[in-house]
């Protein structure tokens, strides 16, 4: 029987291709970044629930965003990205940090702080509309491992320490991890850590134990604004689509959705988000592709190279003898 074509690469469900009959429908995570407020109750619960160990108070000198990447001890990360935001229209991602928003005519861009007067006595925007506005603005984002349809680290996991669950989701099993480190350069997200005290792969689990008991994801649970929606993929995607529509209705045109297109280079995620600016801005690869999938057609190559190799070593022989 040949393989699925699509293993590597392409649309498909995850869950029955792993083996499972009778899959329950894939689950996932929509997270829609336009109602984030940056409670981090995600963070918190996640290592609550979780058992992640603390990771310690590292003020890093970027807003208020002091865990600053996904990490082994960090499966939940809320981005603060500040931005100047020009009057008339959303920033571009050149546009971020640095550049002061009234820059005076004897003080060049970015040299330094400036005065961005006295407190209003009403909300932004309120006396000069929304296109008027040209304070700064925080796109703030609750990153997460991706649970790839087509995951990497799955592929180059020498000890099945990586597994797919029956809800499409992709689970690290800690006790069987030898360290190896594959799956951390597999990750086309950057995603999987290793713990400095073991060595071993962490990241988000979806809450595995909480899905099979029927329950929500912590971090999705503790979200007070529901930024973070947890359910069917399918219902996600539709829900996600109408939100798009609605925002771009309400003069928000830079609204995008990422990972949730079945034919991008890893098949869709399980864990998709509604974005205000591109990728690159929020620290996402724009195009991400699975690392895995020209491995095919590279072993096939290199199986040529070596009949070739060792055709041209007997004829030299076989001319040397002669």
């Keep these: ?75 939940r990360h809320v981005a603060f990205i500040e931005q100047p935001r020009p009057a008339g229209h959303g920033a571009s991602p050149s546009d971020v940090l640095g550049a002061p928003v009234d820059a005076g005519p004897d003080q060049p861009v970015g040299s330094g702080p400036q005065f961005l007067g006295m407190p209003g006595a ?29 995951a990497a680290c799955l592929d ?7 597994f797919r669950t ?32 073991d060595g071993r792969a962490w990241k988000c689990t979806l809450c595995y134990d909480r899905l099979g008991a029927g329950m929500t994801p912590a971090c999705a649970q503790a979200c007070p ?9 399918d219902e996600l995607r539709e829900r996600a689509a109408a939100r798009v529509e609605t925002l771009h209705d309400r003069g928000v045109p830079e609204a995008r959705l990422y990972g949730h297109d079945p034919n991008d280079g890893v098949g869709g995620d399980g864990a998709f988000f509604l ?16 690392t895995t999938r ?3 057609k590279m072993w096939k190559r290199a199986g040529l190279a070596a009949l070739a190799m060792a055709a041209a070593t007997v004829a030299a022989f076989v001319g040397g003898s002669s």
């Excluded at 180059?156 to 990586?162: A, E, N, R």
């Excluded at 992709?170 to 950057?190: F, L, M, R, T, W």
């Design 225 to 233: 604004t529901e930024s973070i929606q947890y359910g069917p993929l």
């Design 275 to 290: 974005l205000l600016d591109e990728p690159e801005v929020y620290g996402l690869p724009p195009d991400p592709v699975v």
């Design 156 to 162: 180059v996991c020498p000890t099945g320490s990586l």
């Design 122 to 150: 009403q909300p932004p925007g309120r006396g000069s509309g929304a296109e008027g506005r040209t304070d700064f603005r925080w796109l703030m984002m609750s990153d997460v491992c991706k649970h790839c349809t087509h």
């Design 1 to 75: 029987m040949l393989p699925d074509p699509n293993s590597l690469y392409g649309p498909l469900d995850p869950a029955p291709e792993a083996g499972y009959e009778d899959a329950p429908p894939r689950m996932g995570f929509f997270t829609d970044t336009s109602v984030c407020i940056g409670c981090k109750a995600c963070e918190v619960a996640c290592k609550e629930w979780n058992g992640v160990p603390e990771s310690g108070l590292d003020l890093l000198g970027m807003s208020y965003d002091n865990t600053g990447a996904l990490t082994a001890n960090s499966w």
């Design 294 to 296: 020209d491995l095919p």
């Design 166 to 197: 029956e809800f499409g989701t992709v689970v690290v099993q800690e006790d069987i991890c030898n360290g190896c480190g594959y799956c951390i350069s597999a990750c086309p997200y950057g995603v999987i850590d290793q713990r400095k005290d």
